[in-house]
C-alpha cells in the first residue's frame, strides 16, 4: 500500500510480436499532481495506460490505482476514475449529446434524474455545447478529442488519466485543455496526462515522468527535473564586440562558452551555462562586461526546459519514432 494515486511495481509488456513496449517502469504519481507522462510517438506511454485501466493484462509486473490492485481490484477502484484513451466507443450516428447519454446511462452508479444535468455540464466544460446536436461522425478530430473528455467528466472522479487529450486540437483548443487540466486538479483531482509534446503540457505539470523506447528514463517534481541541469545565460552585443565577450565570460569561469552567428541588426548572441549555486549572478555578469568595455544590448538567463533535458538523457530529439 502506497499513498500514491498511481504506483506501478516492475510493469513490462511484451508483445506476441516480440516486442518489449513497456519495460520494467515504476510510475508513482502522488495524490494531488498533475503527472505529465511525456515521450516520443512509440516509447510506450498508451501502453502503460491501457494497463493501468486493465484493458490489456501486464507481461509481469503490478498496477496499483488509488491504493488497490489492478485488475483483481478493477470493478471496485475503476467508477473513481475517468479516462481519455484512444478510440472510446462513441456511436457514428448519434449526436455528442445522445453519445454522452448513452455512456451516462451504462453506469449502474448515477441518478438518472440528474442525467441531463450532468450531459450539459459536461459538454459546458469541454465547450461542445454549439456542436452537441452534431453526429459524431461529423465531428472533427478536435471535437471527438473534447467528447472524449466529457465522458471522462461525466462524474466527479479521484484520479484522471487522459492519454494525449491535445491531440488533433487547435493552439486554442490546447489552451482550453491545460485551463481545464489546471481546474480539475485545483479540486482535488488527480491528473495523469500525456503527451509526445513536451512544450504542451510541461506547463500545467507538478511532476513528470519521462518514457523512451520502453523505458521510464526520470520521474520526479518537475522543477527539481529542470533545476539539476545549468541554466545558459545569452548576452546580446554588437559583432565587433563578440570576441571580447566570450574571452571576458571565459575569464568569469563560465562553461561552454560559444558565440552564434551575427543577424541582421548587426548583433550577436553569446552563449555560456551558468550553474545556480556556483556561478556567477547576472548582474555581477553584466557588470564584468561593461568593465570589460563590451557593450550589453540584452542580457537573458534561460532555464533549462524539459526538451533539454529529455535531449540530454537520451541525445536524440523529442519527435523521434521507431
Ligand atoms: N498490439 C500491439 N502489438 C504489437 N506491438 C504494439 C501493439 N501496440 C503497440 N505496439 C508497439 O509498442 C510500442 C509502444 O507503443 P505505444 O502506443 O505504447 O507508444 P506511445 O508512447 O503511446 O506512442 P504514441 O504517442 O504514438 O501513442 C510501439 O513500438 C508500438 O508499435
Known amino acids: ?5 498511481i504506483r506501478t511495481h516492475a510493469l513490462t509488456k511484451r508483445f506476441r510480436t516480440g516486442q518489449v513496449a513497456v519495460d520494467g517502469i515504476d510510475l508513482a504519481v502522488p ?3 498533475v503527472y505529465g507522462f511525456l515521450g516520443p510517438n512509440g516509447s510506450g506511454k498508451t501502453t502503460t495506460i491501457r494497463m493501468l485501466l486493465g484493458l490489456v493484462a501486464p507481461t509481469s509486473g503490478r498496477v496499483e490505482l488509488l491504493g488497490e490492485p489492478v485488475p483483481q481490484r478493477a470493478a471496485h477502484v475503476l467508477p473513481r476514475v475517468g479516462a481519455l484513451v484512444e478510440g472510446p466507443a462513441f456511436q457514428p450516428y448519434l449526436s455528442g449529446r445522445a453519445n454522452l447519454a448513452r455512456l451516462d446511462a451504462v453506469d449502474a452508479s448515477t441518478d438518472p434524474r440528474t442525467a441531463r444535468t450532468r450531459a450539459e455540464a459536461a459538454l459546458e466544460r469541454v465547450g461542445l455545447t454549439a456542436a452537441a446536436d452534431k453526429r459524431y461522425r461529423q465531428y472533427s478530430l478536435g471535437m471527438k478529442q473534447r467528447l472524449g473528455l466529457a465522458a471522462a467528466l461525466l462524474r466527479p472522479r479521484d484520479l484522471l488519466v487522459l492519454d494525449e ?12 485543455v491545460r485551463h481545464l487540466v489546471r481546474e480539475l486538479a485545483d479540486a482535488g483531482t488527480t491528473v495523469l496526462v500525456s503527451s509526445h509534446l513536451l512544450a ?3 506547463q500545467v505539470c507538478t511532476h513528470v515522468g519521462i518514457m523512451g523506447r520502453g523505458h521510464l528514463l526520470l520521474q520526479g517534481p518537475r522543477t527539481e ?6 541554466a545558459r545565460i545569452a548576452v546580446r552585443t554588437p559583432a565587433a564586440s563578440a570576441d571580447a565577450a566570450v574571452a571576458e565570460l571565459r575569464r568569469l569561469a563560465l562553461d561552454d562558452v560559444t558565440a ?25 555578469v553584466t557588470a564584468a562586461l561593461v568593465r570589460a568595455d563590451v557593450p550589453v544590448v540584452g542580457l537573458d538567463v534561460r532555464r533549462p526546459s524539459l526538451e533539454d533535458v529529455f535531449v540530454e538523457l537520451t541525445g536524440e530529439g523529442f519527435d523521434v519514432a521507431r
Request: hydrophobic share 35%; net charge negative.
Open 165 to 176: 487529450p491535445t491531440n488533433g486540437l487547435d493552439p486554442q483548443g490546447t489552451r482550453e
Open 225 to 230: 527535473l529542470t533545476a539539476r541541469r545549468a
Open 200 to 202: 504542451e503540457i510541461e
Open 260 to 284: 552564434d552567428r551575427a543577424v541582421a541588426d548587426g548583433t550577436v548572441t553569446v552563449w555560456a551555462a551558468v550553474r545556480d549555486d556556483t556561478g556567477p549572478a547576472p548582474q555581477d
Open 1 to 5: 500500500m502506497t499513498d500514491d494515486a
Open 31 to 33: 495524490r494531488g499532481a
